[in-house]
């Protein structure tokens, strides 16, 4: 277990395949260009990342990532007033996450990181989740295929993270194991939806927000019952902003340079470059702390 510092720590917590590992890649090319308010102090495993950065230099996405490799990919930050904090990734391959949801467990590294975290991030992935998409767009042959394709991933669990049902079953498991108290809505952790691959939604309909709200009501009613307003932030992440293929180079991206792509759709609608407003956003004292 990694020692305890005094610094706030945000969980980031995401199923297979939404985009954890480019957002993580682009990110450590921000902080390692230092064109971004926050610092790096920290990150063990960074050789990793530097390879992943290095794929997208040239214009390819990065390889699947194997869990075993990134057991430890904690970014650990320091804001633009010199405030320590700790990005914690404790299932970068979203294998855990996916089998708390089968066995309803959770362990309790798990349960102590829940109990004293200042945020969750949550990546999802809107064009994968399943009862958003329709039987006309995806017909079931093709969606069966696909699950047959992932069969050595998936565990043995109907409820999956491709779904909202699954999605508010496991924002309930990890309430529950925090013992995180619902009597009236929560302000702590505050929650931060990060809606990935942004580019490949078609005409999103308005902020964020509104097209978790469109795409994903039952999700949205959860978190909006359960969270205060202003502890819930909900953006548009594109960390490359378009799709690169992993054996493909994609020229123009490579002399561009990643550095230069990938954004962040604001709360309010309005798009940056800056990959770690996310997370500047999260550490802002809310009207309720
Ligand atoms: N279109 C698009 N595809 C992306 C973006 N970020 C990641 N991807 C693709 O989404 C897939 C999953 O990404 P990855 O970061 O490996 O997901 P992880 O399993 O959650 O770490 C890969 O095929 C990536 O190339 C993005 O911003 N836009
Ligand atoms: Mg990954």
């Known amino acids: 277990m990694s020692s305890s510092t005094a610094g706030k720590s945000i969980i980031m917590v995401g199923g297979p395949n939404v985009g954890k590992s480019h957002y993580t890649f682009q990110l450590y090319g921000r902080l390692s260009s ?18 992943g950065l290095d794929r997208l230099n040239r214009g390819l996405a990065a390889k699947h990532t194997s869990t075993a490799q990134y057991d430890n990919a904690d970014l650990l930050l320091t804001d633009d007033e010199g405030n ?4 914690l990734w404790p299932d970068y391959g979203g294998e855990q996450i996916s089998q708390m949801l089968a066995t309803r467990g959770v362990d309790e590294a798990w349960q102590s990181r829940l109990m004293s975290a200042h945020g969750i991030l949550l990546f999802i992935r809107p064009d994968t989740i399943l009862d958003f998409k329709n039987i006309v767009d995806q017909p079931i042959e093709l969606e069966l295929k696909s699950r047959d394709e992932k069969k050595s991933e998936s565990t043995d669990c109907r409820l999956t993270l ?3 049902v699954g999605l508010v079953e496991l924002l309930q498991i990890l309430l529950f ?3 995180l108290n619902r009597v009236t809505r929560l302000s702590s952790p505050k929650l931060t939806i990060l809606m990935t691959c942004w580019d490949e939604i078609i005409n999103p309909s308005g902020t964020p927000a509104k097209v978790l709200q469109g795409r994903l009501p039952l999700l949205h009613q959860f978190i909006t019952s359960n969270w ?7 953006y548009g992440l594109s960390a490359l902003g378009r799709s690169l293929d992993k054996k493909k180079p994609d020229p123009e991206f490579a002399k561009l340079g990643p550095s230069s792509q990938g954004y962040v759709v604001g709360t309010e609608g309005k798009q940056t470059e800056d990959l770690t407003v996310v997370l500047s956003q999260l550490l802002k004292p809310s009207d309720a702390n």
């Open 34 to 51: 230092k064109t971004c308010g926050l610092k790096l102090r920290a990150m063990p495993n960074q050789e990793l990342f530097q390879e």
């Open 84 to 87: 320590d904090f700790d990005l």
């Open 162 to 164: 491709e779904t909202q």
């Open 177 to 179: 194991a925090g013992q």
């Open 228 to 234: 205060r307003e202003d502890s819930v932030n909900v």
